[in-house]
Each structure stands twice: as structure tokens, then as C-alpha cells.
């Protein structure tokens, strides 16, 4: 059985390839600077789940993203202080290589799955560098009301889709 790829080193020709994306990104995205600014982003990545613990996927292999797309999406994110990635999915197995790649000053709060055919298993997660924002211990869910008033009577409300 060979041996599984490390995902903390890239082959030469992802190395070069991740090399010229970091290149891309110095020139698009602003330099964290300390006491100047904090830089959030938000980021729909497309079914955050599963990946092929390898430096390629094949013709046919699934899940398509592997570990070059999730050192690329790393280069994007650390850029960043505080990044909500939407569209995680039940399996956090992208996350947990993407953490790791991240490094040990970044850690991330989940929401719950967001049940049903209109939730599609999906959860956002919350990804922050610790060196530059430290969570209050606070997380809530805001579910707000949609009230929908009958005449004659008083009105009924119901919980918005979020």
C-alpha cells in the first residue's frame, strides 16, 4: 500500500504553482497591519467537505478538491483575520487539513448544520487568527420572526428561513 501524501509538503510543481498564487495575492489583498486595520472576508466555497488526501485528482477520482486546492484556499484565508467560510459541509475533513495547513494560530467556531432540503447540510465556519482576534467566549443564533397578522385578530408569527 503506498504511502500517503503529506499535506504540509507540497511536490516541486505544486510548491511552484502555490508560489505564483501567494505572488498573485501579495499584489490583491492588503498586509495585516497591527493596530491599522483588521481585514474580514466572507467566502462561499463551493461544498466544503470531503478531499482526496493527494496532490492531484484524476480523471473521475471524487471528491475533486485535494490537497493543492486546499493550500490554495489556506494562501487566501491567511491573508485575512477573521474569514466565514459558507457552504461547510457534515464531513469536515476539508477543514481539518485546511486547519492544519493554517498552522496552530488559527482556530474557528462552527455553526450548527442547518437542516432540511433548503439548509442542504451546510454550516458556516468562522476562521480566525488567534495573534489578532480573540473570541469574547459569546456565540449566539439570531432566528428572527416573520409576523404575519390576521384580521380580526392578534397576530401569529413564525421563524424566518435563515
Same mark, same amino acid.
Do not use: Y
Given at each position: 500500500?503506498?504511502?500517503?501524501? %503529506?499535506? *504540509?509538503?507540497?511536490?516541486?510543481?505544486?510548491?511552484?504553482?502555490?508560489?505564483?498564487?501567494?505572488?498573485?495575492? %501579495?499584489?490583491?489583498?492588503? =498586509? /495585516?497591519?497591527?493596530?491599522?486595520?483588521?481585514?474580514?472576508?466572507?467566502?462561499?466555497?463551493? =461544498? $466544503?467537505?470531503?478531499?482526496? /488526501? @493527494?496532490?492531484?485528482?484524476?480523471?473521475?477520482?471524487? #471528491?475533486?478538491?485535494?490537497?493543492?486546492?486546499?493550500?490554495?484556499?489556506?494562501?487566501?484565508?491567511?491573508? $485575512? @483575520?477573521?474569514?466565514?467560510?459558507?457552504?461547510?459541509?457534515?464531513?469536515?475533513?476539508?477543514?481539518?487539513? *485546511?486547519?492544519?495547513?493554517?498552522?496552530? %494560530?488559527?482556530?474557528?467556531?462552527?455553526? @450548527?448544520?442547518?437542516?432540511? /432540503?433548503?439548509?442542504?447540510?451546510?454550516? *458556516?465556519? $468562522?476562521? $480566525? @487568527?488567534?495573534?489578532?482576534?480573540?473570541?469574547?467566549?459569546?456565540?449566539?443564533?439570531?432566528?428572527?420572526?416573520?409576523?404575519?397578522?390576521? #384580521?380580526?385578530?392578534?397576530?401569529?408569527?413564525?421563524?424566518?428561513?435563515?
Amino acid at each position: 500500500m503506498a504511502a500517503e501524501a %503529506d499535506i *504540509l509538503t507540497p511536490p516541486q510543481t505544486d510548491a511552484a504553482r502555490l508560489a505564483r498564487w501567494q505572488e498573485a495575492l %501579495d499584489g490583491t489583498v492588503p =498586509a /495585516k497591519t497591527d493596530g491599522a486595520n483588521l481585514l474580514v472576508a466572507t467566502w462561499n466555497v463551493r =461544498a $466544503f467537505s470531503d478531499l482526496t /488526501k @493527494d496532490w492531484t485528482s484524476g480523471e473521475g477520482v471524487s #471528491p475533486k478538491r485535494n490537497f493543492t486546492d486546499v493550500h490554495a484556499i489556506a494562501e487566501v484565508i491567511r491573508r $485575512f @483575520d477573521v474569514v466565514a467560510v459558507q457552504e461547510v459541509r457534515g464531513n469536515l475533513r476539508g477543514l481539518r487539513f *485546511l486547519m492544519k495547513i493554517l498552522g496552530p %494560530d488559527w482556530a474557528f467556531i462552527l455553526t @450548527d448544520v442547518t437542516q432540511g /432540503k433548503a439548509g442542504n447540510g451546510e454550516r *458556516l465556519a $468562522f476562521l $480566525f @487568527d488567534t495573534r489578532r482576534v480573540k473570541p469574547s467566549g459569546l456565540a449566539c443564533e439570531l432566528v428572527a420572526s416573520v409576523s404575519t397578522p390576521t #384580521p380580526g385578530s392578534s397576530s401569529k408569527t413564525k421563524p424566518a428561513s435563515r
